[in-house]
């Protein structure tokens, strides 16, 4: 039976933060979101029809090649978050500073976003996403690229899109985590996975094991344990990966290597929304020595090894990397 009267993700916001003055203003920040997240997505629909497939020819602060749609969703987030009046500050991956919105009182959070996670799998029609942490802006600190450098302990809120089969939006605050689905005719969210809690079975594990040579013995202990008792799932866009994980039980692990022992995933805007999404939701985030949430960072692009996913399997395997 098709769902077509569930809340809206304005109603849902409405009836679970409108009355708690610590939440009533990041639904702001969400339907901002959204609201973008309802552009990209007709963008990665319409994809070369659209004409956003391709690179830009320009390399990012990290040298990583630009492709059309990262700098075509890193604009409309920046757009729909700084146009809601409430938000002070953006980081983008695609942005070497962050875009100041205006130093207001009412101008109360900071976001942190990779507005397009996956760009390997742009030009080839495979699940990408979006991914935001929400910060609260301390009241009357100057609006300067350190207001956005807070551990994600102190996040209020994270969301992600991916951008798949369907369209799905998650959002996780302090109340818990839920689940909407893009419904296409109306143009709405719609709650459609309400409370959700990682299983407690770990069916997956998802890593890159072309890097299995890289890793030093203890990662490659952790992984090949996980071979031998867990199915491989890897789309390599950790959006995607972390959402099949979160919904069916799983653990993502981009650890350090022996070239690269920060990994590849950045803690802002990658590491630290999800690693909140999945705390809410049960789950556990550890870099190879600590708890995501409790890294204070230090540059805005920053680098971490990421573990993330179901708890036990992720304690263990942080266990092992850590040579225990
Ligand atoms: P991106 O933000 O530029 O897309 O890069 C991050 C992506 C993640 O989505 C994914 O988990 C990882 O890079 C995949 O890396 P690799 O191709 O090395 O496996
Ligand atoms: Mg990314």
Redesign the pocket.
């Known amino acids: 039976m098709p769902i077509t009267t569930a809340r809206t993700l304005g109603d849902f916001m409405e009836a679970s933060w409108g009355r708690s003055e610590s939440l009533e203003g990041i639904g702001a920040v969400v339907g901002a979101v959204a609201e973008g997240a309802r552009m990209v997505q007709r963008q990665v629909q319409a994809a070369a029809l659209a004409g956003v497939l391709g690179a830009t020819g320009e390399t990012n602060v ?1 040298g ?1 090649a630009v492709q059309k749609l ?1 700098a075509a969703g890193s604009d409309i987030f920046v757009e729909t978050l700084i146009g809601a009046e409430n938000v002070a500050a953006v980081g983008s ?1 695609e942005l070497e500073n962050p875009v100041i919105g205006g130093s207001g009182a009412s101008r109360r959070y900071v976001v942190q976003m ?1 507005p ?6 742009i030009d080839v029609a495979v699940t ?2 979006s991914i935001f942490g929400i910060w609260r802006r301390p009241p009357g600190d100057p609006v300067t690229g350190a207001v956005l450098l807070r551990p994600g302990r102190d996040q209020a809120a994270a969301c992600y899109v991916v951008y798949g089969s369907s369209t799905m939006l998650v959002v996780a605050a302090p109340g818990g985590v839920d689940g909407f689905t893009l419904d296409p005719e109306s143009g709405e969210f719609l709650l459609t996975h309400p409370g959700i809690r990682i299983p407690g079975k770990c069916e997956y594990y998802s890593t ?1 094991e ?2 299995f040579g890289k890793l030093d013995a203890p990662a490659q202990e952790a992984v090949s344990r996980l071979r031998r008792s867990h199915s491989l799932r ?8 972390f959402h099949r994980n979160l919904l069916k039980g799983g653990i ?1 692990l ?1 650890p350090g290597d022996v070239r690269s022992p920060e990994g ?3 803690l802002m805007y ?1 590491a630290n929304p999800l690693s909140y999404v999945a705390e809410q939701a049960g789950g556990a985030a550890y870099s190879a020595t600590q708890r995501i949430l409790d890294i204070q960072p230090e540059r805005l692009h920053q680098r971490t090894p990421l573990i993330l996913g179901n708890r036990a399997e992720v304690e263990q395997t942080v266990s092992i990397i850590r040579g225990g």
């Open positions: 990290q990583e990262d991956e990779d397009v996670d996956g760009s390997s799998n990408i996403g890159n072309g890097n890897y789309v390599g866009s950790l959006v995607a990966d993502f981009y590849k995933l950045r990658e």
